[in-house]
C-alpha cells in the first residue's frame, strides 16, 4: 500500500459488540493501529493503548477515531481495554484477515501469529494518509496526534 491508495476495507464486531467498519466511519480520519498481543497483557501494547488513550480527546477534537486491533479474540480484548482504562474500540482480527490486508503479519510478530505493531491513519474519504512502523511505544501517540494536525490545521 502506498500513501493516497484507498485502504483495504474492514468490518468486524468490537469488544462491546457493535458493528465496525471502515465504511461506517467514512467522513471522519481513522486511527488504526495495530497490536501483538491483548491476551497476554503485554507490557509494551497496555503502554501504546494507554499513550492513545491519553491523546483521545485531541484526536477527537480533530474528527478523529481511534481503532486497537489485534488477533486476539473479542473477549480478550475486552478485557485488555479494561486493563488498560481505554475507551475507544477494540476490534478483533482473529482470522488474520485484516492484518493481511493492510500487510501487518510479517516480521517477528507475524512469526508468532500475531500482528506487527502499525499504525494507520486513514483519511475521511479512506485513502491511506500516513503509516508508522511503530518504533518508540512512549512517543507513538504523541507523533500520531502531531501528523493529524499538521494535515487538518494545514
Not at 6 to 21: I, Q
Not at 70 to 81: C, R, V
Not at 104 to 130: N, Y
Request: with cysteine; hydrophobic share 45%; charged share 20%.
Amino acid at each position: 500500500m502506498n500513501i493516497g491508495d484507498a485502504a483495504p476495507a474492514f468490518a468486524g464486531t468490537d469488544d462491546n459488540g457493535a458493528a465496525l467498519s471502515l465504511e461506517g466511519l467514512r467522513g471522519k480520519w481513522v486511527v488504526l493501529y495495530f497490536f501483538p498481543k491483548a491476551a497476554a497483557f503485554s507490557v509494551g501494547c497496555a503502554i501504546e493503548t494507554q499513550k492513545f488513550e491519553s491523546v483521545l480527546p485531541d484526536l477527537h477534537a480533530l474528527g478523529a477515531e481511534v481503532i486497537g486491533i489485534s488477533t486476539d479474540s473479542s473477549a480478550a480484548l475486552g478485557k485488555f481495554k479494561t486493563h488498560c482504562n481505554a475507551s475507544f474500540p477494540m476490534l478483533s482480527d482473529a482470522d488474520k484477515r485484516i492484518g493481511k490486508a493492510y500487510g501487518v503479519m510479517g516480521g517477528l510478530s507475524g512469526l508468532l501469529g500475531a500482528a506487527d505493531r502499525q499504525t494507520f491513519l486513514i483519511d475521511p474519504q479512506g485513502k491511506l494518509a500516513e503509516r508508522w512502523k511503530v518504533g518508540n511505544i512512549m512517543t507513538h501517540a504523541i507523533q500520531v496526534k502531531q501528523a493529524l494536525e499538521a494535515r487538518v490545521k494545514g
